[in-house]
């Protein structure tokens, strides 16, 4: 799933940085300059993607962050509540829906971005 999506957003003109465990998300967004938003899928091979949400939260206070997941996301939506610059998309979804949250971030084509997924 993870080479659809990078595709797709790099069609769509982002920049994308991806990984594909946590190590190497957090490896990515320390290494990152300018990054417009994170993609997190909650199921990641060597932790919890809500986890590593924290994490890049406690890095970068507001840096919107896309959790997705195939699961009900009730308990991630209390993990997380009031956090202003945190989205929640159910799999499957379509790259239109993604592109949708990112743009009510802001982001558009030719911004950057790090997605971690599995």
């Not at 999506?5 to 990152?32: I, M, W």
């Amino acid at each position: 799933m993870r080479i659809v999506v990078v595709e797709e957003l790099e069609l769509l003109g982002f920049a994308v940085t991806e990984a594909d465990s946590v190590r190497a998300a957090l490896a990515a967004v320390d290494a990152a300059k300018g990054l417009g938003a994170a993609i997190i899928d909650v199921g990641l091979p060597d932790g919890r993607g809500d986890d590593l949400a924290a994490k890049v939260r406690q890095r970068l206070p507001r840096l919107p962050i896309v959790m997705v997941s195939g699961y009900d996301d009730h308990v991630l939506r209390g993990r997380f509540a009031g956090d202003g610059a945190m989205a929640f998309l159910r799999k499957p979804y379509l790259t239109e829906d993604l592109a949708r949250l990112l743009a009510a971030f802001g982001l558009k084509g030719g911004e950057a971005g790090v997605g971690a997924q599995a």
